[in-house]
């Protein structure tokens, strides 16, 4: 018998948190980030010069991470990277490496904060002494410590600020001292400084001077030390648009240091002191004095960060991120003796909002920026001193409410609440045969439908179109693009020379205040370039691709949509759930309902997209739909806890029912949520809340004349979870005693595979192999899971032996899996 030998994460998509300090690059490379409520850790592999991913994920937290820092390591030579979280649970996480396995656990959670945890920061000492400070909703800051040989960590210190909210933190230690200076940016435009000598074995920090020129919430504070002469900057920025620059500089004499404004024959700032004692054990006194004040952004600024080889190239640089769709690198121009921007990047067009926040790489040649819809924008300094963007991760920031596999298994269609429908495929740099599955990593191709409404379902008609439904009476159809297929072509090596390309449109465009995607045609490209352009409402942003790499955010949104075909009419309320046949002829749709004849199923003809005939059976909102892979029944399952089936008559060419449940043969007790059929129709499954699982088939001993159905084995039970997805792959995995594998996901977001057959009666019907739990799975509800449609045996790309299997939930995330099996035929 066929036995499980391992499992393995291959893509995982999923958005950034909308929320500023939730993606932090640290000294060893790497890249952590909050999606949802869990921490993802990305490798940009940017001196590989390879495209990154995903490598591992982590979940502690119960709701949504707001913000995400590496622990800075003041001794160089200390390895370990720690992390520190927070979220909207009112807790901070500490995660410890472990070495030397690069993984991670939630080595302890910091409870004390009785409103949203919004901001946090950590700095491990010499001694390593770990200093951490959260701040949070309930208008406080506190501070924890956790010694070298402690194992828990002790708040030591709240700091009330009343009812002024702290929005930005940073903490570090001045140079040639045991003085710990923390920068609070408040919603009152200030900056409160304090300061903490832990030479003394004090651990609380004590006010020293609030910093005065913001007129709005200061959003980002991050400081650099010039180590040889101990002078420190703190670089701040508002929602004023403003950045300030604060300078702290050693005093030489003791004469000069008092906190006023001096006149003589200029007019000086105002600068302010503070006494500090350095590690020899003699005092100096800092002055603190605004350096410049730099403005070039029209939009909020929401993030500061400097560049962190200033040691290496002697100029500092400060990156800057704004609302305003813009970053700026900033440097001192000696000449002039201003502070100007040596570059812009940024985003040109679209429906984006501009950026949340953006680092530098550990070298200071690359920058990676969050944008405020959860996007990934990445770019590298060439070495004639260009910027050029690179590839990088994304995903959706919303839940993803289903997924579909291209009918020959190529590529993934998913839609979610974001409203958006997108297109993942494997990027292969060469013609090659792949050796190794994990040589080349999954990627958004293109953004199909950028919508108006959140999106429910999806459903492919064929390897060149598909159709989508969202809150909305509505169902679209959708036409692939000429330019889509001479991408994926090099993108991905798909071949589609069977494609007539000349009833094919180049591209699609959204025209001003529409849903629909308009087709644009060559000449219509054609004549919108060569007649003058519209400043205010252009009719074709489109713009033809020709990639050699996975398209940027900025071409995502606006070059690769594909032109909408067809509406379909014909439901009342919302389109819930979509299902397409095999033989690509028949459409299935249902709605929102709450009665009989709301609840009817739909049946679309694909060919002209004229309706068919309404099936009439459930009480409630049909919650899925399936047809069967020979695709001569169709299984619905609905909120009345009822299941039916419905057989193709080809004398009438249409749909009847041949058999439903009811209460007395129904066994399940609540909503029905999923259901699937086996890859040769003789079986299908369906699960419900009440955490049942039922596979069910022709009931051969029934003595009516009417076809029956029954459940063939005991139903799986779980009764803590709802089963809310389940899919079988599509082949057995045991020839002698027909064992099929499946797939369950649950709401707690566990998916499970199981190992279930009829015939052979020695064992027990349902066997376990695994559970993709934790950092394995989803930590929210499974919405689908989807085998890879065809094991693509002719494929030179796939080893004989491995089953693709897709999943989405309502985390963000959609994850692709390669399941190997041991003497698999």
């Known amino acids: 018998m066929s036995k499980f030998e391992q499992i393995k994460t291959v893509y995982v998509s999923s958005a950034v948190n909308s929320s500023p300090n939730c993606l932090d690059w640290g000294v060893n490379g790497l890249v952590i980030y909050g999606s949802c409520n869990a921490i993802h850790l990305y490798d940009p592999q940017i001196m590989n010069e390879s495209d990154g991913r995903v490598v591992s994920s982590f979940v502690a937290h119960t709701m949504r991470v707001n913000s995400v820092k590496w622990v800075q390591n003041v001794d160089s030579s200390y390895c370990q990277q720690d992390i520190v979280s927070c979220s909207t649970d009112n807790t901070a996480i500490l995660w410890e490496d472990i070495l030397p396995t690069g993984s991670y656990k939630a080595y302890e959670k910091l409870i004390g904060h009785t409103d949203v945890v919004t901001i946090n920061d950590a700095i491990r000492l010499a001694n390593q002494t770990l200093i951490i400070v959260t701040a949070a909703g309930d208008c406080t800051v506190k501070v924890w410590i956790k010694h070298k040989n402690e194992n828990t960590s002790q708040c030591v210190q709240t700091i009330d600020f009343d009812s002024v909210l702290c929005l930005s933190l940073k903490i570090t230690l001045l140079s040639n001292t045991n003085c710990l200076l923390l920068a609070c940016g408040l919603s009152n435009s200030k900056i409160q400084l304090y300061l903490n000598d832990f030479s003394n074995g004090d651990s609380v920090f004590l006010p020293s001077h609030s910093l005065i020129g913001h007129?709005?919430?200061?959003?980002?504070?991050?400081?650099?030390?010039?180590?040889?002469?101990?002078?420190?900057?703190?670089?701040?920025?508002?929602?004023?648009?403003?950045?300030?620059?604060?300078?702290?500089?050693?005093?030489?004499?003791?004469?000069?240091?008092?906190?006023?404004?001096?006149?003589?024959?200029?007019?000086?700032?105002?600068?302010?002191?503070?006494?500090v004692t350095k590690q020899d054990g003699s005092d100096c006194i800092y002055k603190i004095q605004l350096e410049t004040v730099i403005s070039g952004h029209d939009g909020w600024i929401y993030g500061v960060h400097w560049k962190p080889n200033y040691f290496t190239e002697k100029k500092m640089e400060l990156l800057s991120v704004s609302m305003d769709k813009t970053l700026a690198v900033w440097a001192y121009d000696e000449d002039s003796g201003l502070w100007v921007d040596i570059i812009r990047l940024g985003e040109v067009g679209g429906n984006t909002l501009g950026f949340?926040?953006?680092?530098?790489?550990?070298?200071?040649?690359?920058?990676?920026?969050?944008?405020?819809?959860?996007?990934?924008?990445?770019?590298?300094?060439?070495?004639?001193?260009?910027?050029?963007?690179?590839?990088?991760?994304?995903?959706?920031?919303?839940?993803?409410?289903?997924?579909?596999?291209?009918?020959?298994?190529?590529?993934?269609?998913?839609?979610?609440?974001?409203?958006?429908?997108?297109?993942?495929?494997?990027?292969?740099?060469?013609?090659?045969?792949?050796?190794?599955?994990?040589?080349?990593?999954?990627?958004?191709?293109?953004?199909?439908?950028?919508?108006?409404?959140?999106?429910?379902?999806?459903?492919?008609?064929?390897s060149l179109s598909f159709v989508s439904s969202a809150e909305e009476k509505v169902i679209r159809a959708f036409q692939v693009p000429y330019n889509f297929l001479e991408n994926m072509s090099q993108l991905a090596k798909i071949s589609f020379d069977s494609v007539d390309i000349t009833k094919?449109?180049?591209?699609?465009?959204?025209?001003?205040?529409?849903?629909?995607?308009?087709?644009?045609?060559?000449?219509?490209?054609?004549?919108?370039?060569?007649?003058?352009?519209?400043?205010?409402?252009?009719?074709?942003?489109?713009?033809?691709?020709?990639?050699?790499?996975?398209?940027?955010?900025?071409?995502?949104?606006?070059?690769?949509?594909?032109?909408?075909?067809?509406?379909?009419?014909?439901?009342?309320?919302?389109?819930?759930?979509?299902?397409?046949?095999?033989?690509?002829?028949?459409?299935?749709?249902?709605?929102?309902?709450?009665?009989?004849?709301?609840?009817?199923?739909?049946?679309?003809?694909?060919?002209?997209?004229?309706?068919?005939?309404?099936?009439?059976?459930?009480?409630?909102?049909?919650?899925?739909?399936?047809?069967?892979?020979?695709?001569?029944?169709?299984?619905?399952?609905?909120?009345?806890?009822?299941?039916?089936?419905?057989?193709?008559?080809?004398?009438?060419?249409?749909?009847?029912?041949?058999?439903?449940?009811?209460?007395?043969?129904?066994?399940?007790?609540?909503i029905i949520w999923c259901c699937?059929?086996?890859?040769?129709?003789?079986?299908?499954?369906?699960?419900?809340?009440?955490?049942?699982?039922?596979?069910?088939?022709?009931?051969?001993?029934?003595?009516?004349?009417?076809?029956?159905?029954?459940?063939?084995?005991?139903?799986?039970?779980?009764?803590?979870?709802?089963?809310?997805?389940?899919?079988?792959?599509?082949?057995?995995?045991?020839?002698?005693?027909?064992?099929?594998?499946?797939?369950?996901?649950?709401?707690?977001?566990?998916?499970?595979?199981?190992?279930?057959?009829?015939?052979?009666?020695?064992v027990t019907p349902w066997f376990k192999i695994a559970d993709l739990t934790n950092e394995f799975g989803h930590h929210l509800t499974v919405k689908k899971i989807k085998f890879q449609p065809l094991l693509c045996k002719t494929d030179s790309r796939y080893r004989k032996g491995v089953l693709q299997m897709a999943s989405c939930g309502a985390d963000m995330m959609v994850r692709i899996y390669d399941i190997f099996l041991k003497d698999f035929s």
């Open 356 to 462: 949340y926040g953006g680092k530098f790489s550990p070298d200071g040649d690359s920058i990676l920026a969050q944008g405020h819809n959860g996007s990934f924008h990445l770019w590298t300094k060439n070495k004639n001193g260009s910027w050029t963007p690179g590839v990088t991760i994304g995903g959706h920031f919303g839940s993803v409410e289903d997924i579909a596999w291209d009918p020959e298994g190529k590529y993934i269609v998913s839609v979610s609440s974001d409203q958006t429908s997108r297109i993942h495929a494997q990027w292969l740099k060469s013609n090659k045969p792949v050796n190794n599955l994990h040589s080349y990593n999954w990627h958004e191709m293109a953004r199909p439908q950028v919508h108006g409404y959140n999106m429910s379902s999806v459903a492919m008609l064929s």
């Open 676 to 762: 699937a059929w086996t890859h040769d129709s003789v079986y299908f499954a369906t699960g419900s809340r009440d955490g049942k699982l039922v596979i069910w088939g022709r009931n051969d001993q029934s003595v009516d004349t009417k076809i029956t159905y029954c459940a063939k084995t005991n139903p799986l039970i779980v009764s803590d979870k709802s089963f809310t997805a389940v899919a079988f792959a599509p082949t057995l995995i045991s020839e002698c005693n027909k064992t099929y594998l499946l797939a369950v996901g649950a709401d707690c977001g566990n998916i499970s595979l199981y190992k279930w057959s009829y015939e052979d009666k020695s």
């Open 215 to 275: 007129e709005d919430w200061v959003r980002s504070l991050d400081f650099i030390s010039e180590d040889n002469l101990g002078n420190l900057y703190l670089a701040s920025g508002s929602q004023d648009s403003v950045i300030r620059l604060w300078k702290f500089t050693i005093e030489k004499s003791y004469n000069n240091c008092i906190s006023n404004k001096e006149f003589d024959d200029t007019l000086k700032l105002e600068s302010k002191t503070f006494n």
């Open 504 to 670: 094919c449109p180049l591209g699609a465009s959204v025209p001003s205040l529409g849903l629909s995607n308009k087709a644009v045609s060559e000449d219509d490209f054609k004549n919108n370039t060569s007649q003058p352009k519209k400043k205010d409402y252009p009719e074709h942003y489109f713009v033809p691709l020709s990639l050699n790499q996975p398209p940027t955010e900025e071409d995502l949104i606006q070059n690769t949509l594909w032109p909408e075909i067809q509406k379909l009419y014909g439901h009342v309320y919302e389109v819930y759930c979509l299902a397409s046949s095999f033989n690509h002829k028949w459409l299935a749709s249902a709605a929102k309902a709450t009665s009989l004849e709301l609840a009817s199923i739909i049946i679309w003809n694909t060919e002209n997209f004229q309706q068919i005939q309404k099936l009439i059976s459930h009480n409630l909102t049909v919650t899925q739909l399936a047809f069967s892979p020979d695709s001569k029944n169709l299984l619905s399952v609905s909120r009345d806890r009822t299941w039916s089936l419905f057989e193709y008559d080809i004398k009438t060419n249409s749909f009847i029912i041949i058999s439903k449940s009811d209460k007395h043969t129904g066994i399940h007790t609540r």
